[in-house]
């Protein structure tokens, strides 16, 4: 069974960095597709970064240019470098790893920014 686990959320003022991390354990297939996810309250979780097992990623248009995507195929992680913070970007920060047509969701992380 496939578990994740993130982490490195936190409150953080406008134009502030933070760098989430999730930590996946159990069985990973060389083929898979890894993101990040998130959820404001009252709006629905939307696709924030993906990346695949062999380093392609996607960033979503609100994020490009602020908001990197990266892993550790190695450590079994994978990371969000959040740069430039703005409070539109409060919401719990869900990690996803996508293999073997099945979806894993880790129990997401509170990214808050406000001054």
């Known amino acids: 069974q496939v578990q994740l686990v993130e982490s490195g959320g936190g409150l953080v003022q406008p134009g502030g960095s933070l760098r989430l991390s999730c930590t996946v354990s159990g069985i990973i297939f060389k083929f898979n597709i890894m993101g990040w996810y998130r959820q404001a309250p009252g709006k629905e979780r939307e696709l924030v970064a993906s990346?695949?097992?062999?380093?392609?990623?996607d960033h979503a248009d609100f994020v490009k240019g602020r908001f990197t995507i990266s892993r550790d195929n190695a450590k079994n992680m994978i990371y969000l470098q959040m740069n430039s913070l703005e409070p539109e970007d409060t919401a719990v920060y869900y990690c996803?790893?996508?293999?073997?047509?099945?979806?894993?969701w880790g129990q997401g992380t509170q990214v808050t920014v406000s001054s």
């Open positions: 996803h790893l996508y293999q073997s047509y099945r979806s894993t």
């Open positions: 990346i695949s097992s062999t380093n392609d990623t």
